[in-house]
């Protein structure tokens, strides 16, 4: 199954990650973004913070990825973002084979 979740960077340092978290889930649920329904936010701050954002279906997360400009605009500034495919992590039910 293809991979429900993307990785976001581009938006700016200085936004408290529970903001970048509401600015971001708002971008994403548009569909002229090419957005849906989403699952689960995860901000992960720092000097270059990312957000990893699950999507309730991975076509969302495939439309997404299609969009070639992504730009978060906050206030008068506009954010250009890079998003890419984020590895799934796997579940506790899912087996490791050698």
Same mark, same amino acid.
């Given at each position: 199954?293809?991979?429900?979740? &993307?990785?976001?960077?581009? %938006? ?10 509401? =600015?971001? #889930?708002?971008? %994403?649920?548009?569909?002229? !973004? @090419? @957005?849906?329904?989403?699952?689960? +936010?995860? &901000?992960?701050? @720092?000097?270059?913070?990312?957000? $990893?954002? #699950? %999507?309730?279906?991975?076509? +969302?997360?495939?439309?997404? $990825? =299609?969009? =070639? !400009?992504? &730009? $978060?605009?906050?206030?008068? #500034?506009?954010?250009? $973002?890079? +998003? #890419? ?7 506790? !039910?899912? &087996?490791?084979?050698?």
């Amino acid at each position: 199954m293809a991979g429900r979740t &993307v990785r976001v960077q581009g %938006f700016p340092a200085e936004l408290p990650p529970d903001r970048a978290a509401d =600015k971001l #889930t708002i971008h %994403f649920l548009r569909s002229r !973004n @090419g @957005g849906g329904d989403i699952a689960n +936010v995860r &901000v992960l701050p @720092g000097s270059l913070p990312c957000a $990893l954002i #699950t %999507f309730e279906a991975p076509e +969302v997360a495939q439309r997404i $990825l =299609k969009v =070639k !400009n992504h &730009v $978060l605009a906050i206030g008068k #500034t506009r954010y250009p $973002l890079e +998003v #890419t495919p984020h590895a799934a992590e796997l579940s506790p !039910n899912e &087996v490791l084979r050698g």
